[in-house]
């Protein structure tokens, strides 16, 4: 029925000549109850419920709907197969009974539910929710695809969605502004969510939330969240709050947790990502992302970092940090500007320049002094630094950091000069002369005293190194 028009008559009013107060408001009744029209799909013996000419399927509920100027279609529990893509048009909604008892059991090679208005609109307002989708084996397409530039102000949440292949996805979204995604449970064969600009229009998209989400990678090669932009324009403005991306089958090659590129302003709050290739990987042309109690547990990798980015704190991780990454802790890393050759860190006591040191011993020289910092980055086994004679050598100050597990060992030249100082993680011994450790992050300074004596003080808070 169309929707009912409203008579308030002429100026001043009360003229008699518009509608009643009843009429009005039986009027708006009848408007509101076209808004929210429902279309109960009981009828699940259909064989195809993607057909709009069978009364009782899905695809006829939904283009009733779409007639009226948008409602919502209801289904009930059952298996509803579909030969053909279902399109949920402006401010259609599309409800199952629960992601365990609605199945959408996806027959073709397509996109399962393509959300869209047809036309450009930042307000269509497509809903889905409490229902599951099934893709093929076969199927290299995406479970939900929310159509470019079509989608905005819509939602999905509490879906769940299974098979595809490792091609396939779970969630794309093209283009899309102003859209929540909550409660995506994804435990298919291929990939989660894809966040993208596929058609490369000059806009920025995103403005949208990501939140209480599971995702369960399976096969190598997949990718949990992409975000990913184009060259005139970038994906933006999106949080992703308790998100979890995770692999149940052990670490697959090449899977990646979540990726940021051509993205900016995109924020990790309380994401957890297990058993990837690599955890969290922030693209070449992404920028002023941020990571907030971001968690990599058991990934190969668990972040790499292409681009600076602004104010990232990462805390978790116990994966290998290998030389294409920046975490040179396990529980809290500040990130600093970095440059062509030096990083800047902020260690606590003052600035020190760290100097990307190679796999061999280096012997220190006279011409080295200042506040110079070695590092066994990239060894294979122990690296030894040698300390010229103090006694020739007066106001030298070496500063010292394990990046990884091998042991680092630094040597006074003179085996009269002795190393004295405290610090909980490095082992000193005053009689040989020596100091050592093989313990990730420790990070010592160590500057003469006297012609006899050289000074470990410990230095505290954190590191860098620039690739």
Not at 276 to 287: A, E, K, L
Not at 300 to 324: C, R
Request: net charge negative.
């Amino acid at each position: 029925m169309p929707k009912q028009r409203i008579n308030i008559g002429s100026e001043p009013g009360n003229q008699g000549d518009g509608d009643t107060l009843r009429d009005a408001f039986l009027k708006v009744q009848h408007n509101f109850s076209e808004l929210y029209t429902s279309e109960f799909v009981t009828d699940n013996s259909i064989e195809d419920h993607s057909d709009p000419t069978l009364i009782g399927s899905i695809a006829y509920a939904l283009a009733k709907a779409e007639q009226e100027g948008g409602g919502t279609v209801l289904v009930g529990p059952g298996i509803f197969h579909c030969n053909q893509s279902l399109k949920i048009r402006t401010n259609v909604r599309l409800i199952g009974s629960g992601k365990d008892t609605t199945l959408i059991n996806v027959n073709h090679n397509f996109n399962g539910l393509v959300l869209g208005s047809g036309q450009n609109s930042l307000f269509a307002q497509p809903g889905v929710e409490h229902l599951s989708i099934h893709l093929p084996s076969d199927s290299s397409y995406s479970a939900i695809f929310a159509q470019a530039r079509q989608c905005g102000n819509g939602y999905i949440q509490h879906v769940k969605i299974t098979g595809g292949s490792v091609t396939s996805w779970g969630l794309t979204m093209d283009s899309c502004n102003e859209f929540n995604v909550t409660g995506l449970v994804y435990h298919g064969e291929g990939n989660g969510i894809r966040w993208s600009n596929l058609f490369n229009w000059s806009a920025n998209y995103g403005d949208s939330l990501i939140s209480s989400s599971d995702i369960e990678l399976k096969n190598p090669g997949t990718t949990g969240i992409l975000l990913l932009g184009n060259t005139n324009g970038i994906v933006n403005n999106i949080l992703l709050s308790r998100v979890e991306v995770k692999s149940t089958v052990g670490v697959q090659t090449g899977t990646k947790g979540i990726e940021l590129n051509k993205t900016s302003r995109i924020t990790l709050v309380n994401v957890d990502v297990e058993n990837m290739h690599t955890g969290f990987i922030n693209g070449p042309q992404s920028n002023s992302c941020t990571f907030l109690n971001a968690y990599a547990i058991g990934c190969t990798h668990d972040y790499i970092e292409h681009a600076p980015t602004v104010g990232t704190t990462i805390i978790g991780g116990s994966g290998d940090f290998a030389e294409d990454q920046r975490l040179p802790t396990r529980n809290l890393r500040l990130y600093e500007a970095t440059f062509d050759d030096y990083t800047q860190v902020s260690s606590g006591i003052r600035d020190i320049q760290a100097y990307t040191d190679t796999v061999n011993p280096k012997q220190l020289s006279l011409a080295e002094s200042g506040s110079t910092l070695f590092t066994n980055k990239g060894a294979t086994g122990n690296t030894l630094f040698v300390l010229p004679n103090a006694a020739n050598s007066k106001s030298l100050e070496y500063s010292f950091s394990v990046i990884e597990n091998h042991e680092i060992q630094i040597i006074p030249d003179n085996s009269l000069d002795h190393i004295r100082g405290y610090d909980g993680t490095v082992n000193y011994t005053p009689d040989n002369a020596y100091i050592y450790s093989a313990t990730p992050g420790t990070s010592g300074t160590i500057h003469n005293a006297d012609n006899v004596w050289w000074i470990m003080d410990k230095r505290v808070g954190t590191w860098d190194v620039a690739i």
